[in-house]
């Protein structure tokens, strides 16, 4: 082998590090296991909040990112190893400080309105939140999928708040009368 063939073997070698470094790994089973915990989240939520036990919403919805935390970890983990790529290189680390560091306005934001007895926000809470991390892996790993996801999921929680807003209102209102009643 000369040099020139030795050369273009190594720079082949870099491109092919540097996708593989690179690759975006997202299975399909993680935003439904998301997905799933959301809408059970909402239930137990409106459950608990009709069964006069607002209290424990708070450890609800602690329980709910933990578990799927986790859940996403393992999955996106053996997703990657499948598929051969290093699950924890500098690109993907960059990516998960992205994504936790949006998150944990939305675990802020929900402890408010958890506190502010606006329940029915959350969930529209999580939508944009969620789709600000999507805009912004799309932006950072370049992925038209994340692109429409985002969009999609931004628009759907923006009509949540506003369809939910007044229902929220009038409940918060029948709320406050009812305490003052007593």
């Known amino acids: 082998m000369n040099q020139k063939e030795a050369l273009n073997q190594i720079k082949l070698i870099r491109e092919m590090m540097q996708t593989a470094s690179q690759k975006f790994l997202f299975s399909p089973w993680q935003w439904i296991e998301w997905g799933i915990l959301v809408i059970l989240g909402c239930l137990f939520t409106y459950w608990l909040q009709n069964h006069g036990q607002p209290n424990h919403i708070i450890f609800l919805w602690i329980s709910i990112f933990i578990a799927g935390g986790t859940l996403e970890v393992y999955i996106w983990t053996v997703t990657a190893r499948n598929r051969g790529v290093e699950p924890f290189n500098s690109f993907i680390l960059k990516l998960w400080g992205v994504a936790y560091s949006i998150m944990i306005m939305g675990v802020i934001l929900t402890i408010v309105f958890i506190d502010l007895n606006q329940l029915l926000y959350i969930p529209g809470l999580w939508l944009m939140t969620i789709a600000v991390v999507m805009l912004s892996f799309f932006f950072i790993a ?11 999921q931004m628009i759907g929680g923006i009509l949540a708040v506003s369809i939910l807003k007044h229902y929220a209102f009038a409940e918060y209102s029948q709320n406050k009368t009812n305490k003052t009643s007593c």
């Open 142 to 152: 370049d992925r038209k999928d994340l692109l429409i996801f985002g969009v999609v």
